[in-house]
């Protein structure tokens, strides 16, 4: 499973189990804390300025219950947390991603947050960009896309490899439009003229980077880095 740092955000009026809670995450691997909330319009009032993957928050709380809260957040996954068990099925019939009895255990929580991860890399293979292309409109299935370049007739389009070995030319798209609309994927700048999807590359040495494609002759398919995006290269891979 991937090992992403997944960032997630707090919720709970109770400041004892919110303390606890956010102890417990803190001492999790590739879990960050965005932010602890104590009150759920204040919560709701910010979340639109927060970046983060979940939320675990508690059903009960004045004013507004956690399940009013995961109406407003749409499809944002969620790990409800309560010390009643009436809510049970009302927090699946939301899909909330797992259901945790308080006090919150160690060893349950990290099972939720393993949830976490499998329902997201769920959405990321699901995810799919209509676009226009060279053959027409297309719809890609976003783990499809390896790379793109700008070695194209029109330096307007881009060139797009598919994990299948298929190419496509997209129409007037910059690369800034492409990392904008595909923000789910992490593509790595490896020149001027290509983006490289980090979850397609087997590795890198010298000026070549490796991807986990094969040639016909059963070899890495390669492409090459530019000594100008090395260092950001670099530290991308390595993140």
């Not at 990321?124 to 053959?135: G, H, R």
Request: aromatic share 10%; net charge negative; with cysteine.
């Amino acid at each position: 499973m991937d090992n992403k740092v997944l960032r997630v955000v707090l919720l709970d009026d109770e400041l004892l189990a919110l303390g606890y809670l956010r102890s417990l995450c803190e001492g999790i691997p590739d879990l960050e804390v965005v932010k602890a909330f104590d009150n759920p319009a204040v919560f709701l009032s910010e979340v639109e300025n927060l970046s983060f993957d979940f939320c675990i928050s508690d059903i009960v709380m004045p004013h507004l219950s956690g399940l009013e809260v995961a109406e407003k957040m749409h499809a944002t996954p969620i790990i409800f947390t309560t010390a009643h068990n009436e809510y049970a099925a009302d927090a699946f019939d939301m899909e909330a991603i797992d259901y945790l009895r308080k006090p919150v255990k160690l060893e349950r929580l990290e099972r939720a947050i393993e949830k976490v991860r499998i329902r997201m890399e769920q959405s990321k293979n699901q995810a799919v960009w209509s676009v226009n292309t060279n053959k027409g409109k297309f719809t890609i299935q976003l783990s499809t896309i390896v790379s793109f370049s700008s070695d194209t007739y029109d330096r307007r389009d881009k060139s797009m490899l598919l994990e299948n070995g298929d190419e496509l030319v997209v129409k007037n798209k910059s690369f800034d439009q492409l990392l904008k609309e595909l923000e789910g994927i992490p593509f790595i700048r490896i020149s001027k003229s290509e983006l490289i999807s980090k979850e397609f590359i087997q590795g890198y040495q010298g000026d070549i980077v490796f991807s986990k494609l094969r040639t016909k002759e059963g070899k890495y398919r390669e492409f090459n880095l530019s000594e100008n995006y090395r260092k950001t290269f670099v530290e991308a891979f390595n993140q």
